[in-house]
């Protein structure tokens, strides 16, 4: 156990819906970052928070939103979902900002149908 | 984005035997981690590298930072079953940067 949660586990829903999933870090890291994992495109680098403020941005769809909250939970907003978003959605979280060791969740299993 | 080549893209091995796996940049990187991922798991932290050379063990897994700063090896010796999974490479172009991951070595192990 990372110590890293992540909520829905799976989550089944239509094209065009939108979709929340939910992070918490490890107690005491203030760093989350989100990936998304897909069959054929392997771990894909989203969007990384640093204390409330975002601070990195990788392959995030403009369809795509994320915050974190003052008790440092995350949220990954997916909006007019396609088929091709079903993927793992991962939530990972680190001490700081530029601490290499990040430890991920369980992830969240959404499927579009 | 960069690219990780990660090399095999699988193995079935038996067990009892070693393993050997690497990952390979056209860039230059400043760390390297290696994950393993369990089925319907996320990935989980074996083994992180922070210098051109460095050699470091956990167990009976091994890694290195390559000299060029552009690879990595991942070595498992005496596999057992539990070894089963999905191994990933991650490189960082700088500190602070974000990590590119490598798609993965599938490992099986025949008892």
């Known amino acids: 156990d990372s110590g890293v949660t992540q909520t829905p586990k799976h989550l089944i829903t239509a094209t065009g819906q939108r979709v929340t999933l939910r992070c918490s870090p490890r107690?005491?890291?203030?760093?989350v970052y989100w990936y998304q994992q897909s069959l054929d495109q392997g771990l894909q680098f989203l969007i990384q928070?640093?204390?409330?403020?975002?601070?990195a941005k990788g392959n995030i769809l403009e369809r795509f939103s994320a915050q974190q909250f003052p008790d440092l939970h995350s949220e990954l907003n997916l909006s007019s979902l396609e088929l091709g978003d079903s993927a793992l959605y991962f939530c990972?979280?680190?001490?700081?900002?530029?601490?290499?060791?990040?430890?991920f969740g369980p992830g969240t299993r959404l499927t579009v149908l | 984005g960069q690219q990780l080549n990660q090399s095999p893209q699988s193995m079935f091995i038996q067990e009892g035997e070693d393993v050997s796996m690497n990952c390979t940049s056209s860039?230059?990187?400043?760390?390297w981690l290696w994950y393993k991922q369990d089925p319907g798991e996320g990935p989980v932290l074996l083994i992180a590298?922070?210098?051109?050379?460095e050699l470091t063990s956990n167990g009976r897994l091994t890694a290195q930072f390559g000299i060029t700063r552009k690879d990595s090896f991942l070595n498992i010796s005496a596999s057992i079953p539990s070894d089963v999974g999905i191994y990933f490479c991650?490189?960082?172009?700088?500190?602070?940067?974000?990590?590119?991951f490598g798609t993965g070595t599938s490992l099986t192990v025949i008892p």
């Open positions: 990972a979280s680190s001490v700081l900002t530029s601490d290499n060791e990040q430890f």
């Open positions: 107690s005491g890291d203030l760093s």
């Open positions: 928070y640093y204390n409330g403020e975002e601070r």
């Open positions: 860039s230059i990187f400043n760390t």
């Open positions: 590298l922070y210098k051109a050379g």
């Open positions: 991650a490189g960082q172009l700088g500190t602070g940067n974000q990590f590119y």
